[in-house]
């Protein structure tokens, strides 16, 4: 095995890093008042001066026959200044030398003391060095004690799961970092680069993320003010894609120089459809029949809504498949997501049936008529989560001045783009530019579930000339985005942040869900921004000119990793 290719492991670093004492100092110039080179010229000035000076008063001392050692109060002066310039001077000039010199004394030894540690740590190789390997990546922070020594030693050999960490040690960041040692060991792969401290380890715990061993970083970008039902929001999104909030923020300032967008909430309920087995597909029609019968919906609904003080129940919807019947349920979830809370409901009402029809089998709490997290037809059809239509009326001069573009050309385009190249794609739900871009940068920073971006994407755009042709209606309908302000990734502080940038953190007390409804007014917004601003760059031959000027990097990756 080639062990001059492999970077040193964590702990490995740390040992070599403590063993050669390397250090890095801090230059005395850092504590001057004034810049370097104020402060040189200051006393290279003083030092020439007073040297003048005192030979200048020695000459005369000496052509009058005065004794030298007899000082004015200015020559006492004098003579001091040039003490002090010239202990200046010697140390400015001085210190790099002696400490270069000392240094690499210091790294003779370092690498001497550096070799014994990797000696020990790689018996079989009695030739190895420190130059062998690269020190030029920071370290991950030691293990302080030899009891997590132990830990990550047995972590490595299977004795202790790595899931039971945080459990065992009631340290969520020791138990990350504790993990990602031994991951290190494991793989012989480092994870320099991904950041571990800085984090609440402790918030994630039996809520968003098992297992952790860092974070990824995601930069966050203002897109706006966007206009909207007469109220201002910065939308914050989350995306290491170019172009996209510069041209999402275009699309805002569209809007608000055609004096903003108006946005309606036409639906709002939350899906689970279980999947249930009968002997035959009569026994399966006939509680078919009985969940559809009116009578019985107020009874059903006392149950369901039993889960939770905020889950309503709304409508059911079933589908036979042979002897299988499946049963959407859709519900009211105030301002959370409400996945978790139609779920115990609908658990709720499948007891409650079992008594009625014995021989009903749940194959599945979940049997894909919901549809969670896949396109689906019922979704773009029925609707899931918030259904929301947001229009707006673009100026002429504002298409010209500010898209760069014309009402006609956009027209166009959306008929042949979005309507007609959609439909020969055979698309679902994806009669729009760029929909799924919007959402999925504004799910991330506001700690909704990325994967329901899927269903939460389906939009059509609409676009037509209006008042003469001189000004364009445009409109994006988006049948089922699935948000929440509460629960999961809501509760993560820099998520929480993103949140309360648009005023829906946390749940409402004063009408619940009305922060969540907010919220995806918000995202349809903001995709009718970004629709407006991405069609008229293709409209204006702009798309590939403005990626190559600002989706393309120009440092060198390489020299940046070194």
Known sequence: MDIRRRPLKSSRTARFSAASGVHSGTKASDALPLPLYLTNAVFFTLFFSVAYFLLHRWRDKILNSTPLHVLTLSELAAVCSLIASFIYLLGFFGIDFVQSFISRNELEASEVRGSIVLREEYPDRADIRCSDFSMDRPAIKPLCSVEDEDIVKSVVSGETPSYSLESKLGDCFKAAQIRREALQRLTSRSLDGLPLEGFDYDSILGQCCEMPVGYVQIPVGIAGPLLLNECEYSVPMATTEGCLVASTNRGCKAIYASGGATCVLLRDGMTRAPVLRFPSSKRAAELKFFLEDPLNFDSLSVVFNKSSRFARLLRIQCAIAGKNLYIRFSCSTGDAMGMNMVSKGVQN???????????????????????????????????????????????GDVVAKVLKTTVPALVELNMLKNLTGSAIAGA???????????????????????????????????????????????????????????????????????????????????????????????????????????????????????????????????????
Request: charged letters at 15%; one cysteine or more.
């Open 349 to 395: 009402v499948l007891d409650f049936l079992q008594n009625d029809f014995p021989d009903m089998d749940v194959i599945g709490i979940s049997g894909n008529f919901c549809s969670d997290k896949k396109p689906a037809a019922v979704n773009w059809i029925e609707g899931r989560g918030k259904s929301v239509v947001c229009e707006s009326v673009i100026k």
């Open 428 to 562: 679902l739900g994806g009669f729009n530019a760029h929909a799924a871009n919007i959402v999925s940068a504004v799910f991330i920073a506001t700690g909704q579930d990325p994967a329901q971006n899927i269903e939460s994407s389906h939009c059509i755009t609409m676009m037509e000339a209006v008042n003469n042709g001189d000004d364009l209606h445009v409109s994006v309908t988006m049948p089922s985005i699935e948000v929440g302000t509460v629960g999961g990734g809501t509760q993560l502080a820099s998520q929480s942040a993103c949140l309360n940038l648009l005023g829906v953190k946390g749940a409402s007390h004063e009408a619940p869900g009305a922060n969540s409804r907010l919220l995806a007014t918000i995202v349809a917004g903001a995709v009718l921004a970004g629709e407006l601003s991405l069609m008229s760059a293709i409209a204006a031959g702009q798309l590939v000119k403005s990626h190559m000027k600002y989706n393309r990097s120009s440092k060198d990756i390489a020299k940046i990793g070194s």
